[in-house]
């Protein structure tokens, strides 16, 4: 800590920050545009003014910028110095003179940081004379409008979209005040970050365009503190409701997981929730009955003996209730065999290995990444960012050395150009990483697999060894071990993308021979599938084959399924078999799927956005999400029909479900402390989900009814549907929306929520670690190495690719997202199809059906092997086959007449 | 060898042709490289270039052997750089093509010594676009260089090596500042980067990098070869050397002399460039280029060096004078200028971005008829927020010296532009 004097008044700071982080961190109001958190500074809008002092006699000072001034111990600084407030002022004139006054139709207006910066600096009169410059606008895809004429040229978007997450289709162009933010022509943007231009820039020339189709002021939304269910990485975001449709949904800052930054799936994935085709009424073959009808006759199946498949989408509770209502002996995993086996590997090597599953801030530290067999970048993107941070590390610390701050942006980047820190890759396919990184290898599962285990091997002799390695091979598994052994802080990042169980062993094998090594954990951080396959693994699931293979012997009277879609997890054909065998079939979930179609009984539940309750992602984090708003129609929390059907249990709220899931299943007993109890009060009240500026409260529904109807209570949490109630004092975990005195922007207000501005929330970032790594015992090495694949003729091996659009069921389904997901198609290495003839399109055979897909030829796939997009609509049902027999499909051989 | 008074341009043809390497070598050229390869280790050449007092004759003024010292040294010191700013857009200003386009040599020859002396293995001339001519005979004498051995391989069979590139600029003001021209080296935008890190530092591709004008370079070779006392006795002034001095305008003989640093205005004036024309007196100038503040006829005894000329208000710049005569509008001289700024601003930060438009359409409003009393206050005001250490570099702050020291000199002309109170109704 360093001590600087401010206005006279003496403070304490951290040493080696600038001042504008470090006046910010105090509480104090400074205006500001181009500097951020996470992108650092860069001097350019020279808003952040102060007066420095050279000592306590110099009573004039000069103006400096403070995002560019290192805190120093004596520093001396007037933030109300008359010159630095008329010389702010006098920016904000300046920023004005080509800014359109058109706040009142401005989608940022009421939380646009320009407009509270404007504010701030007190200037109000306009007395530039001159026309405004304007500009032309661009299409820039469905997910963000562009309204140039509003920008003041502030750059953050270019460094956020290219500098911080590797986009390159969105530049500036031209000079003077003719600066254009904008792609070299009108097309979408092509990177998946590109949503977080909404909250980047400081006023409305980026907005959120699927929020436009809707548009609600802020102050007229209603939010919940709410975890993202399009991937398995768990980030914070806040859905906003009005008139029954979930308007947006944006970031919610944790200081360990996604910071400031979201992917474009989980911030525009939000879109399923408003189909028109959702369930929202019991169903009885078919016909819509009563809710009362519907658990009668869920009591029913359960009479029978059903067996309940749960589901790695549904909370811990609604998946604990299915448990308690069939039994754990009765209790699956609604997810494909594959997944499970590896999922169930990372379960067991999180609670009993000696290694550590890292946040995505430690991600971000790491000095060395090796990713084995994960296009994390499809998979998780959220993470692939935080790898992307990791790679500047090496030259963080160069810069270090010449005395160049880690926040001087531009001077790190100019230092460092293109080197970027070890990052290996070692893939099935290619990967959204391979760019970033200094060894790209590709290999077929099996081989990434042998690969991994040999670079085990090469850390710790006593890992066991591999043999047939290709000379190549073993020279790869040398140098990156090498380098892993080197590294400070090592990083191991694999899934369970590849489809290949023996990636993910080999993974945990290289972070369990680097903490023998090191003598300490070493980091190894797993991609999960959804957001909450942890957590159903958790519960100590069977796999789902073995339910349908009871089904074939005729011992399964009833299923109950639990927000799945078996059609995606199973063959078709053992599905089907499986659903003629079961007596009677209960679905659970909120949106169309192939599975309601064959359900006898279809009871409507409420979407993330509807209801409450706990997911586990990757990394091993309890986190508790809450409603919006109220499920639609007839629809209810899973664990609510589920715990109403139960002969013994009386459970009336969530915190009974998850009080009782935390006491049965040891690992979860902390998950209570995920968020506070629905008990919880700030002065006898809830808090609020309505902003106090919320606006036609008794006139919304006046249409329907002129009285004003009874807020809706909320018996699960410590959330009120209403404006009464302090929202500012919330704890982290409970904290509705992000607003702040003079600070009405999402991504800026939060510097008052923070302990130090881009660090932990105060009171701690929420949610609730699992595992901590297990010292003792020895390593438990898998000893299990596959064989390396020999190719056969005819036959390819099949390789799982991923689309961040697309592969992910329910973000699939919002009209924004459809827009960017492509065509089905199948990819083969240019070698391949050249020999296939250099077909257009190939036949493949699919479980034993029959398949005509287009093929793409593409020279990452590696030879011998097909890659399969898993996911995308329009693709062949199921889990992808291991291999597949193709051949050149012949013109209008697929039958389609045009 | 004595050495001549007048050593930047002793090899100037008067029929406009390049010196030749043969004429360049007969009055000692390529000498100093000789003499600093084969005798002199890196850090004395540093040394004795800090030792001759020579100051960087792009502007700032900045001593040449100081900033060569900051560059790290050592086998251990990796890739280092050194760039020649031959970037001169400085409205008023034509020294370095001079130089350039006439004794090409005398350049590449400073050049080699510069890198050698920072121990710099690749060299570029960043070239103002417009400077075909320059271009052409740079290209040429390169191409000479490199067959005698002065650049390439082992230049003069010594272990030093140095490439020379010559990059022409697409053509921006901007370029001319340090940083920016190295941006725009590596194809970015030109815009300028924070201080520090300085180039010294962090510069090319992010490695040790000097970058000097032309005209500094173009000193090196003599002090190399003639020596540190011979060539501070070339005049009397605190600052060493001789200095190429223009004066444009209504003088009766515009143009370029190479004078001693030191030499007062009137002499540039009165005696080199023959007085005003006839019919117009001196009103003012702006003593280095378009961005230094007027200076005034009381000025005319001050001596053309840096701290003399900082201290009666103005900056020396490049030493080329841009005349201001009783019959031009300073008003209008002032709007022309700052028109040209506006439209060089890079855009990276506000008030030059925003506030030299402002500046110009309040000016053309006052020419217009249509400014108002508070007008000149506003300009008054945009001239401060553009102050030094307001800005990211120095353009603004540039840009507004012409503006305020108009406004203070030539208040009056100002204030004939505002409409009447009766005619403003």
Redo the contacts between chains.
């Keep these: 800590m360093v001590g600087i004097v401010v206005d006279g008044e003496p403070h304490e700071v951290p040493a080696g920050g600038n001042l504008l982080q470090s006046l910010l961190s105090l509480g104090l109001d400074l205006p500001y545009f181009c500097w951020h958190p996470a992108l650092g500074s860069?001097?350019?809008?020279?808003?952040c003014?102060v007066v420095q002092y050279r000592d306590e006699n110099d009573v004039t000072g000069?103006?400096?910028m403070a995002c560019?001034t290192p805190v120093a111990e004596g520093l001396r600084i007037g933030l109300k110095a008359p010159a630095a407030v008329e010389?702010r002022a006098?920016?904000i004139e300046?920023?004005m003179?080509?800014h359109p006054h058109d706040c009142p139709v401005c989608e940022e207006g009421g939380e646009c940081h320009l407009q509270d910066m404007t504010v701030m600096t007190g200037h109000t009169f306009r007395?530039?004379?001159?026309l405004k410059r304007t500009h032309r606008n661009q299409y820039l895809g469905p997910f963000i409008n562009h309204e140039m004429n509003r920008c003041?040229?502030c750059?953050r978007c270019v460094r956020f979209y290219r500098d911080y997450a590797g986009g390159d289709d969105l530049q500036?162009f031209?000079?003077?005040?003719?600066?254009y933010f904008g792609r070299f022509e009108d097309g979408a943007l092509e990177n998946e970050f590109s949503g977080n231009l909404v909250e980047v820039c400081p006023t409305g020339v980026f907005t959120d365009r699927t929020f436009s189709a809707h548009f609600t002021r802020k102050w007229d939304l209603q939010t919940a503190p709410s975890v993202c269910v399009h991937c398995g990485v768990g980030c914070n975001t806040t859905p906003g409701e009005r008139y029954g449709t979930l308007k947006r949904v944006i970031n919610r800052y944790h200081g360990d997981l996604n910071g400031y930054f979201l992917c474009d799936r989980g911030r525009f994935g939000y879109g399923f929730v408003n189909c028109a085709d959702r369930l929202t009424e019991p169903m009885l073959h078919g016909q819509p009955v009563t809710r009362a009808e519907g658990r009668a006759r869920l009591r029913d199946v359960t009479f029978k003996g059903a067996i309940g498949i749960g589901s790695p989408r549904a909370s811990l509770e609604a998946n604990f209730a299915l448990r308690e209502l069939v039994g754990p002996e009765n209790f699956y995993a609604g997810c494909a065999d594959a997944d499970y086996a590896m999922l169930d590997t990372i379960r067991r090597v999180l609670a009993s290995w000696p290694v550590h599953s890292p946040s995505l801030r430690e991600v971000e530290g790491a000095d060395v990444v090796l990713v084995l067999g994960e296009d994390v970048g499809n998979t998780a993107p959220r993470l692939a960012l935080a790898i992307r941070q990791a790679t500047r590390n090496c030259m963080l610390a160069a810069a270090a050395e010449?005395?160049?701050a880690p926040w001087?942006d531009?001077?790190v980047r100019?230092?460092?150009?293109q080197v970027r820190g070890p990052l290996f890759v070692l893939a099935t396919t290619g990967t959204r990483l391979d760019e970033l990184a200094e060894v790209v290898v590709r290999r077929t599962p099996a081989d990434i697999a042998r690969l991994g285990f040999a670079i085990a091997h090469a850390l710790e002799p006593a890992a066991p060894a591999v043999s047939g390695l290709s000379d190549e091979d073993r020279q790869h598994a040398e140098s990156i071990a090498e380098a892993l052994k080197r590294a400070d802080n090592p990083l191991v990042v694999s899934g369970t993308g590849s489809g290949e169980p023996a990636i993910v062993e080999a993974a945990a094998q290289i972070a369990c021979a680097l903490s023998r090594r090191r003598k300490q954990p070493a980091s190894v951080s797993f991609v999960v599938p959804e957001c909450n396959s942890l957590g159903l693994m958790l519960l100590d699931p069977k796999r789902l084959g073995k339910a349908l293979e009871s089904a074939e012997s005729g011992s399964v009277p009833a299923a109950i399924v639990l927000e799945s879609d078996l059609f995606r997890s199973a063959r078709t054909e053992a599905v089907e078999s499986f659903l003629s065998r079961v007596g009677e079939t209960v679905l659970l979930d909120h949106s169309p799927q192939a599975t309601a179609h064959r359900a006898q009984i279809v009871l409507p539940v409420g979407t993330f956005a509807e209801t409450e309750g706990t997911f586990v992602n990757g990394e091993g984090r309890a986190q508790r999400f809450f409603a919006a708003m109220s499920p639609r129609g007839a629809a209810m929390d899973s664990w609510r029909w589920l715990a109403e059907a139960h002969p013994r249990h009386d459970w009336q709220c969530l915190d009974e479900v998850t009080g009782a899931c935390a006491a049965a299943i040891p690992v979860l007993a902390r998950m209570v402390d995920a968020a506070p109890r629905a008990d919880f009060r700030i002065d006898g009240l809830k808090i609020p989900r309505q902003t106090h500026r919320r606006s036609g409260r008794t006139a919304a529904s006046a249409h329907i009814d002129i009285r004003e109807p009874q807020p809706q209570d909320d018996t699960d949490s410590a959330l009120a549907f209403t404006m009464e109630g302090d929202a500012f004092d919330a704890p982290a975990a409970l904290r509705t929306y992000s607003w702040a005195p003079s600070w009405n922007s999402n991504g800026q207000s939060i510097a008052k929520f923070q302990d130090e501005v881009g660090g932990a929330l105060r009171g701690g970032d929420p949610g609730v670690r699992l595992f901590e790594p297990v010292q003792r015992g020895a390593a438990p090495w898998f000893t299990e190495i596959p064989r390396a694949v020999a190719a056969e003729p005819g036959v390819w091996l099949t390789v799982p690719r991923y689309h961040v659009f697309g592969s992910e069921a329910l973000s699939a389904r919002a009209e924004s997202v459809v827009e960017r997901i492509p065509a089905p198609y199948v990819a083969l290495h240019p070698s391949d199809l050249a020999r296939l003839g250099h077909a257009d399109s190939v036949e493949l055979n699919w479980h034993g059906f029959r398949e005509v897909l287009p093929v793409l030829a593409d020279d990452t796939v590696v030879p011998g092997t097909i890659g399969v997009p898993v996911g995308l609509p329009g693709m062949p049902c199921g889990p992808c086959p291991r291999t597949l027999a193709l051949r050149k499909a012949e013109p209008h051989g697929s039958g389609v007449s045009t | 060898m004595s050495g001549t008074a007048t050593p930047l341009t002793q090899n100037v043809r008067l029929d406009g042709a390049a010196a030749t390497l043969e004429q360049y070598r007969r009055t000692g050229g390529y000498r100093g490289l000789e003499r600093a390869l084969e005798e002199l280790p890196p850090e004395a050449v540093q040394q004795e270039v800090k030792d001759a007092g020579l100051r960087g004759r792009g502007g700032a003024g900045f001593p040449t052997g100081v900033k060569w010292g900051l560059v790290p040294m050592g086998d251990d010191a990796g890739q280092k750089y050194l760039v020649v700013n031959a970037d001169e857009m400085e409205p008023g200003t034509f020294k370095d093509r001079y130089l350039m386009e006439r004794d090409p040599h005398q350049l590449i020859e400073g050049v080699a010594i510069a890198a050698y002396a920072v121990q710099a293995s690749v060299a570029y001339v960043f070239l103002r676009g417009e400077y075909h001519l320059a271009a052409e005979r740079l290209k040429r004498a390169m191409a000479e260089a490199l067959d005698q051995s002065y650049l390439g391989s082992n230049i003069c069979s010594s272990s030093f090596s140095l490439e020379l590139h010559l990059h022409s600029s697409a053509g921006?003001y901007i370029c001319g500042e340090e940083t920016a021209l190295l941006n725009s080296l590596e194809g970015k935008?030109?815009t300028p980067?924070?201080k520090?890190?300085f180039p010294q530092?962090?510069g090319l591709?992010?490695r040790p990098t000097v970058v000097n004008n032309v005209e500094t370079l173009c000193n090196v070779p003599h002090i190399l070869r003639e020596g540190v006392a011979w060539y501070r006795a070339l005049t009397a002034s605190v600052d060493p050397g001789t200095k190429l001095f223009g004066a444009s305008g209504r003088v009766r003989r515009p143009g370029l002399w190479e004078l001693p640093m030191g030499t007062t205005i009137r002499e540039i004036i009165e005696d080199h460039a023959g007085g005003m024309r006839d019919g117009y007196r001196l009103r003012g100038l702006l003593p280095g280029g378009a961005s230094t503040d007027f200076l005034l006829p009381e000025h005319l005894d001050v001596p053309m060096e840096f701290d003399a000329v900082a201290k009666a208000g103005s900056r020396m710049g490049t030493g080329t004078m841009i005349v201001l005569d009783d019959r031009t509008c300073p008003v209008q001289m002032v709007l022309n200028l700052e028109r040209f700024f506006?439209?060089?601003?890079?855009?990276?930060?506000?008030?030059c971005?925003?506030?030299?438009?402002?500046t110009v359409?309040l000016l053309e409003?006052l020419v217009a008829g249509q400014g108002r009393a508070?007008d000149l206050e506003?300009l008054g005001?945009l001239c401060r927020?553009m102050g030094p250490?307001?800005?990211?570099c120095a353009l603004a702050p540039g840009a507004a010296e012409p503006l305020q020291s108009a406004l203070k000199h030539f208040l009056g002309d100002f204030e004939r532009y505002l409409p009447r109170q009766s005619e403003v109704a």
């Design positions: 860069v001097g350019a809008c020279r808003q003014a000069r103006v400096a560019m010389f006098g920016i300046l920023l003179t080509n007395q530039y004379r001159g003041i040229a750059y500036v031209a000079s003077r005040n003719q600066v010449l005395k160049i001087q531009a001077a100019e230092l460092a150009q | 921006r935008r030109a980067r924070a520090p890190p530092i962090s591709w992010g506006a439209q060089e601003s890079c855009g990276w930060c506000t008030p971005r925003d506030g030299l438009p402002w359409r409003d508070e506003q005001r927020l250490g307001n800005t990211f």
